[in-house]
């Protein structure tokens, strides 16, 4: 599955997905600004040191990280914190952790990266 990093708003993005879709491809379009609201990770570690990471969507539909053997890194979007978290120190906070954990899944990614993060 290919796991692309923009928005709705990015028509290319958009069209790429179309067009992967209309060729029986599978595609994730991954909008960061529903991060942490509307979408979010689920991580699960058992005893027996095995571990499972899923990106739960939008749609509440679930997507194993295992599943993503492309990455695209169009144009992320900044996470939108909800709106009662007010004080800068909390929202500092909020952003920070968000931060870690989508960085967290970009590392554990076994996946072909279009322009890897790591090369920047």
């Not at 979010?40 to 969507?57: H, I």
């Not at 906070?93 to 090369?119: K, M």
Request: charged share 20%; aromatic share 10%.
């Amino acid at each position: 599955m290919i796991l692309i990093i923009s928005s709705q708003e990015d028509g290319h993005a958009v069209e790429v997905v179309k067009r992967i879709r209309r060729k029986g491809g599978q595609v994730q379009l991954l909008d960061l600004s529903d991060f942490p609201q509307h979408s979010f990770l689920s991580m699960e570690f058992n005893n027996n040191g095995s571990q499972q990471q899923e990106l739960v969507n939008t749609d509440g539909s679930r997507t194993s990280t295992a599943e993503y053997n492309v990455v695209w890194w169009r144009r992320p979007q900044s996470f939108q914190l909800h709106e009662d978290i007010n004080s800068k120190t909390d929202q500092n906070f909020a952003y920070t952790e968000c931060h870690a954990a989508i960085s967290g899944l970009w590392l554990i990614l076994d996946s072909f990266w279009v322009n890897n993060l790591t090369n920047d």
